[in-house]
């Protein structure tokens, strides 16, 4: 046998990623409400929610996820600079194997309930006020009041109860040595759509004792094989967002899959394409697979958000490119990357920012943070809300949720977090004097460290970026998806002459004449894909013989 060849240049893997714009998220839910009817909407998800909307301040969902201390997620760096994972070794979590005490409870999450409606309509007449009483969906059994559900810190809602159980606000107030009064939040209050990070270093899939936990390669979507899951839940305990749920229908653990069917046909996520903000961004990120571990086991949590910066490559370097086509990914995929609004907002105009990076997952969905409280907070004081000056020196002296934010985005880094809200601020003020006066100051640009280009182009980008703009789904995945639908033989290839399905037989209604099926994934809703009817036979019209 010949020798090996020796593999030159760097490895190369591709990462379709998501960034989320908070200022533009107004709490609508309507991502969730179609997540959960698309992929949640069956027997044991009652109280799945694998894209959900968080108001912060807030205990979040399910409550206290962010308490590390408590529920075991994510990794830990060990004095010797190695990672290991918080929920314990191979052998202790073969110990917990079947008495987990890291797992939520239902009182955690919530206990899914329905009404009695058919009580409520079928009641007979009476002089009483017939009611519909709130049943558990687990049980079946009539509950006698409900005390949590999914969305409980709803827009601050019981925050002067629950508010102070906010893991960030307890940190916070461990750390400053000082209280953190609820007067903050009437000034401060902002949304934070979830869903699974699909991480670079996922600590459900080193967890998993089946191996049914893996990472796409192609694409870096995070999956559950329902085949190979046994049930141990040990990747629900190790994930520290909590975004792997235990179907108690199925015996399975399910998760958000970056709706890889629609990213395989080209197109973006159902909470993407459903959002009412337009606050969603989806773009393929190339990166250093053999950076990720170093990156990850840096001795200061502060350092994860520039150590994870590094692990991603630029897609216009000649030798990028050339490492990457060696790494077989495709030219679509590459010039993909390199349109990529993803790419943009996080390495160029670093103004996205990952959440809770000292989990050391190395966390793939991203986030702008919010600009709008401090503006709002201006403007109440009788200022000018977009004066660059003005704003300049309110997110100097608004600390505590320059802080806050840090302590969810940066490991506690209220540099980083100063240096994005200040492009945003600017952005504001140098795009008020182009659409008011006509005026470029480039001196606006300048001292954030953009130029008036950039910032144009930011703008663009963030307040009237058009759809294909903010979704830049490889075009591979889509030619992909379509020899499949070429190549897949329908029912009945092969069958007896005669035969329904038979060669020469066209009478499969779901067949285009080729013996393939029609892929409704790739239909856009307009026309009448072909093949999808049978055709029409002369003669005969609907519903029977002329």
Known sequence: MAPRKARTGRRVMAQVAMVMNLDKCIGCHTCSVTCKQVWSNREGTEYVWFNNVETRPGQGYPRTYEDQERWKGGWERTRQ???????????????????????????????????????????????????????????????????????????????????????????????????????????????LPRICEHCLNPACVAACPSGAMYKREEDGIVLVGQDQ?????????????????????????????????????????????????????????????????????????????????????????????????????????????????????????????????????????????????????LAGTGFDGEDAGNLFGAIESLRIPVEYLAELLTAGDTVAVDSVLRRLAAMRSYMRGVNLRDERDADIAGEVGLTAGQMEAMFRLLAIAKYEDRYVVPSAARADAQRLEDTYIGPGEGAPAGCEGAPGDTSDPVSDGRGAKVNLLNWDANGRPDGLFPPRTPGRVSGGAV
């Open 81 to 191: 600079g190695r990672l290991r994972l918080r929920s314990g070794s191979r052998a202790g979590r073969l110990g917990k194997l079947f008495a987990n005490p890291d797992l939520p409870g239902v009182e955690d999450y919530y206990e899914p309930w329905t009404y009695e409606y058919k009580q409520l309509l079928d009641a007979p007449a009476g002089d009483d006020m017939p009611t519909a009483r709130p049943v558990s969906q687990l049980t079946g059994e009539p509950m006698d009041t409900i005390t949590w559900g999914p969305n409980w810190d709803d827009d601050l809602g019981g925050a002067s109860e629950h508010g102070d159980k906010d893991p960030v606000i307890a940190k916070l107030r461990r750390e400053l040595g000082t209280k953190v009064r609820f007067e903050f939040e009437q000034s401060f209050m902002f949304y």
């Open 229 to 377: 899951c046994r049930g141990w839940r040990m990747c629900v305990s190790s994930c520290p967002y909590k975004k792997v749920y235990f179907n108690h229908a199925t015996g399975k653990a399910e998760k958000c899959t970056f709706c890889y069917p629609r990213i395989e046909a080209g197109q973006p996520t159902v909470c993407s394409e459903t959002c009412v903000g337009r606050m969603r961004y989806l773009g393929v990120m190339l990166y250093d697979p053999d950076k990720v571990l170093a990156a990850a086991s840096v001795a200061d949590d502060r350092d994860l958000y520039p150590a994870q910066l590094d692990v991603f490559l630029d897609p216009h370097d000649p030798d990028v490119v050339r490492d990457a086509a060696a790494s077989g990914i495709a030219p679509d995929w590459i010039e993909a990357a390199r349109n990529s609004p993803v790419r943009k907002l996080i390495c160029e105009y670093q103004v996205a920012l990952p959440l809770h990076p000292e989990y050391r997952t190395m966390p793939m969905v991203w986030y702008i943070p919010p600009l709008s409280p401090v503006v709002d907070a």
